[in-house]
């Protein structure tokens, strides 16, 4: 084990480190217009505001607020659904000119935390005292915790689903074998822990992020009336059932199926003793034969394996119906659930979880039997052959499976290679080529190990001979003692060598034992694939937890579609919206700058410059400037420096256009004292 403890090491910081580039969790759903939009100027206050989505959300009183210049809340608290994507929230009458903040907080239909903050100006923009939450839903030590609670019900999932399969289907003398059913009662602890813990964590984690929350009740019932509320509810009930399935499992059936075996050794060594007496006695009484026959008819009936094979079935049958369960509150409610042919999506994305945990969780329980297992217990060749089929299948239905899921979420070429879903889909398929290629390494040493020399089994009956031959030799020193020293001496000095004697023999045995099970030449070198193999399943499962936390590429293309419609429509309506990418190099530099100039004439302009992270948030830098440039006429740079409303929002009044033409703008952004990095676009003003 002292070899393994780096290795364990170096795969935990791995899962750690992706589990951190998790949070803030990505947003799923995302805002693509409002009215008054972002950044704009009206003459009166409205009576609503309204926001689109780019797909169903989950809203609620309060979900929606609305802040004046001062910070007081100008809405009226109750969020209305307009029908499709789109939601809105009254305001109060009498309210005074300058900028508003609009803050929302929601749910996407695949159960992540949406977050956001716009501003709109009455009249004309002013200074505003709201301060944007630095913090949103989904992030902070609420969104560490839930994301380590996602990866280990995935753990637990895999390793108990797993585990049990490849018991019943591969090896069913492991279900007597102590370390694998600590194997798969692990599983069942992680995913029950995990999955309390997710239902403590969830109204934090979709609302206020504050661990404080956590213990609050009233936002633990109104999680139990969500989706994703029952969906964990279920999957607990669940786990109580597959309680009982272990206990089935691992006590009536582990019991049953050893009766089984001794009786089959029982009776292959009643065979050849009947065989032999058979030969010296023939004229045996035949009263006494038929009492051997009854008590034999009755041992069979005891251990009739028909009876193991319907237990094994009915394991198999209430076993798959529990682990389809489980899988099945994953489905409900996360990215299957939502989206296009989600009539499809859920049944193959239930089974897509079942070849995992078949693979995966089995590769575990083969791990732990090769390296934890007793030297009486070692898993047979034909064990591992069967888990060799079982993970090839299991390989061929994720590939199926796979294929079609990643089609519903990226849709596109450009969705794989330009946004994170994308990205981390491409490393998730490299890690299972991997697995895949350390798999077929097994294969071919599982075969060396199918084809283990005959010699092992000769030396092995011969070294068994020689030291049983060598104990009765040793058996008689007692009696000769008895005899030559006296009884009462004799018989203690003979129960003491009696018992040294014992345990050395049982210390030989196991040595030889373990000698002859390393000399087969297969195990040692399929020890170190299977390892690398779960090495490499750890990582795997890892970005699979981040994947499912990543908004997906089809849903962020098409909210870019949906803003690009919202700026085509800006530019009809004589106002000019521009996106500039930037990236200064620092930490945290790398973004979106929008600039929008209202009306776009020649004369006065309103500006304004939003400063947006990757995830779509607002952000704060120290500072933006503006320069415009009409090169034609050798005009400019004529810089401008906006002055920051609030978090992400820097405008400037009275911009002055001299004439008509087609501007080059640029847009200087520093994010850090030394880190700055200037970008430009040309447009058409005038």
């Known amino acids: ?35 008054p939009q972002q950044g704009s100027v009206v003459q009166e206050a409205p009576d609503q505001v309204s926001l689109t989505f780019s797909e169903k959300v989950a809203v609620s009183d309060g979900s929606v607020r609305v802040y004046d ?127 309390l813990t997710m239902l403590l964590l969830r109204g934090a984690y979709t609302g206020s992020g504050k661990f404080g929350d956590v213990l609050d009740l009233d936002l633990l019932s109104q999680v139990l009336q969500t989706k994703t509320g029952a ?8 786990l109580a059932a597959a309680a009982l399935f272990i206990a089935v499992l691992f006590g009536a059936y582990a019991r049953r199926y050893e009766e089984t075996e001794e009786a089959g050794d029982a009776g ?26 009854t008590d034999t008819d009755a041992d069979s009936e005891h251990h009739d394996p028909s009876l193991q094979r319907d237990l094994t079935f009915g394991l ?48 575990a329980t083969l791990l ?34 796979g294929i079609y899921q990643s089609w519903r979420q990226v849709g596109s070429w450009s969705a794989l290679t330009g946004t994170s879903y994308g990205q981390l889909l491409l490393v998730k398929i490299g890690l299972v080529a991997v697995l895949v290629g350390i798999a077929w390494i097994s294969r071919r040493w599982t075969s060396q190990l199918a084809e283990a020399p005959a010699a092992l089994e000769t030396q092995a009956a011969r070294e068994t001979q020689a030291a049983q031959e060598k104990g009765a030799a040793e058996e008689k020193e007692p009696v000769v003692a008895h005899a030559a020293v006296g009884s009462t001496k004799a018989t203690g000095e003979g129960a003491e060598r009696a018992a040294q004697l014992a345990r050395q023999r049982a210390a030989v045995a196991s040595a030889r034992e373990k000698r002859l099970r390393d000399a087969d030449p297969g195990r040692p070198g399929l020890r170190r694939s299977v390892l690398a193999e779960a090495g490499v399943a750890v990582v795997l499962l890892a970005v699979t937890t981040v994947l499912t936390a990543t908004e997906p590429g089809r849903t962020v293309e098409e909210a870019e579609a949906a803003k690009a419609a919202v700026t085509q429509q800006d530019e009809t309506s004589g106002a000019l919206a521009l996106d500039m990418s930037f990236d200064t190099g620092g930490k945290n530099g790398q973004g979106v700058a929008r600039l929008q100039i209202d009306p776009a004439r020649v004369g006065a302009n309103e500006m304004h410059v939003y400063v947006q992270g990757p995830d779509g948030k607002p952000i704060d830098v120290p500072e933006v400037k503006v320069a415009f440039t009409l090169e034609a006429k050798k005009i400019g740079p004529l810089p401008v420096v906006p002055e920051r409303v609030t978090t992400g929002h820097w405008t400037a009044s009275g911009v002055q256009v001299p004439m008509a033409g087609d501007w080059k703008i640029e847009m200087t952004v520093r994010t850090s004292d030394i880190d700055q990095a200037t970008v430009s676009k040309n447009a058409k003003i005038g």
């Not at 170096?10 to 759903?29: E, I, K, N, Q, R």
């Not at 969906?231 to 669940?238: D, I, K, N």
């Open 1 to 35: 084990m002292s070899r393994l403890r780096p290795l364990l090491l170096l795969l935990f910081a791995t899962v750690g480190a992706l589990l951190a580039g998790a949070v803030p969790v990505s947003a799923h759903a995302a805002l693509t217009g409002s009215d």
């Open 268 to 293: 292959d060594a009643g065979d050849a003793a009947t065989a032999a007496a058979g030969t010296a006695r023939v004229a045996d009484d035949a009263d006494s034969r038929d009492d051997a026959d």
């Open 231 to 238: 969906a964990l509810v279920s999957r607990l009930l669940l």
């Open 368 to 401: 732990v039997a090769l390296f934890r297992a007793p030297v009486g217990a070692q898993i047979e060749t034909g064990a591992v052959r069967r888990f060799s089929r079982l993970a090839f299948g299991s390989v061929l239905v994720l590939a199926a499976t």
């Open 316 to 363: 198999a049958v209430g076993g798959g119906v529990v682990a389809a369960g489980l899988a099945a509150s994953w489905a409900m409610a996360e990215h299957a659930s939502t989206g296009i042919q989600t009539g499809i999506s859920m049944p193959l994305d239930v089974v897509h979880l079942l070849a995992v945990a078949a693979w995966l969780g089995g590769l």
């Open 69 to 195: 210049p001062k910070g007081k809340e100008a809405d009226t608290g109750e969020v209305t659904d307009l029908g499709g994507n789109s939601y809105a929230v009254g305001l109060h009458s009498g309210l005074p000119d300058g900028t508003f903040t609009v803050t929302y907080q929601v749910v996407s239909a695949d159960s992540h935390p949406v977050s956001g903050a716009f501003t709109f100006s009455v009249g004309a923009p002013s200074k505003t005292t709201v301060a944007v939450p630095e913090q949103g839903a989904g992030g902070g030590l609420v969104g560490g915790l839930y994301g380590v609670a996602r990866y280990l019900s995935y753990a637990g999932f895999i390793l108990l689903v797993g585990g049990a399969t490849f018991v019943l289907a591969c090896w069913q003398r492991g279900a007597g074998v102590r370390p694998v059913q600590r194997l798969v009662v692990a599983g069942w602890l992680t995913l029950t822990i995990a999955t």
